[in-house]
């Protein structure tokens, strides 16, 4: 019986993801659901499917991990159940109340940005210092970093491809300088301009490992230090200047406005300042 139901779930799982595939979503999403969905299998481990099982799983999410990680992997099970027509198991969500700020202990201030691309440079990883400058410029995707192309820079502008969504990335003057002088310095022409050694392209994973790197040299905490961090740096800086979460969105490449009020949080010192400010405590 086990062996039988591991051959169907091999098979429903490559369908899954040949779903995916047709249905466009980004390589980061497709893998991403396919480790959320490898979870729960693994979790299953032979049983059969029903929702005694899968509020079972629910539940032992719940004791391991963040409400926004259950959530999200709840999100990829249930995806996963109506793909296969067993939408019946399907859990409901962990309901979260919007923050109104967010703990300094996640988010990078700019601050902690400058000592990590300066620790970058000190340590002769002039590409990953302009990784970190490119992401935190200009709001793009880890994944999308791909798009910053010889072409591009030439351009002064990034079409860039994401979740069946195109979107020009502007790209600042004294960013497009140092990218002009990065690819000289590489022999880059055309195509890509961060990639291996090998011609490939940089993935989060590179990425997120040489960033980790930098931590104890530039003295910002571990949990800060990740690419997209430097995504919400960007959404948080431009907010503070332009108040306008619409054209946020839209530089961001986001659908619906709600995911960009997660960007715009202010920390919880900033909040206290303006309860302070209030002068309402006589």
Known sequence: MNMLYEEKEGSWLLDFQRHMEEEEKSSATIEKYERDVRKFLSFQNGREISKT?????????????????????????????????MEQYCVKQLKVQRQVYCTEE??????????????????????LSLILETI????????????????????????????????????????????????????????????????????RCNIWKEMKLLCEKAKVLPGKVF????????????????????????????????TTRVYTVATGKEHQQKLEEMNLIL
């Open 53 to 85: 099982l899968t509020l079972e799983y629910k539940e032992h999410l719940i004791q391991r991990y963040a409400v926004s990680s259950v959530n999200s992997m709840l999100a990829s099970m249930n995806s996963f159940l109506r793909f296969i027509r």
């Open 106 to 127: 996640t988010e990078l201030t700019k601050a902690e940005y400058i000592r990590l691309v300066k620790a970058a440079r000190e340590k002769k990883n002039g590409r």
């Open 136 to 203: 935190c410029g200009t709001g793009i995707r880890v994944s999308e970093l791909k798009y910053i192309t010889a072409e591009a820079v030439k351009r002064g502008k990034a079409v860039v491809t994401c979740k069946n969504k195109t979107r020009v990335v502007l790209l600042p003057v004294q960013l497009q300088k140092k990218l002009r002088q990065y690819a000289k310095a590489q022999n880059i022409c055309t195509g890509s301009l961060f990639i291996t050694r090998t011609g490939r392209e940089m993935n």
């Open 227 to 258: 690419p997209h961090n430097l995504r919400h740096l960007f959404a948080r800086t431009f907010y503070k200047i332009e108040h306008d979460i619409v054209k946020l969105a839209d530089l961001l490449g986001h659908s619906s406005i709600n």
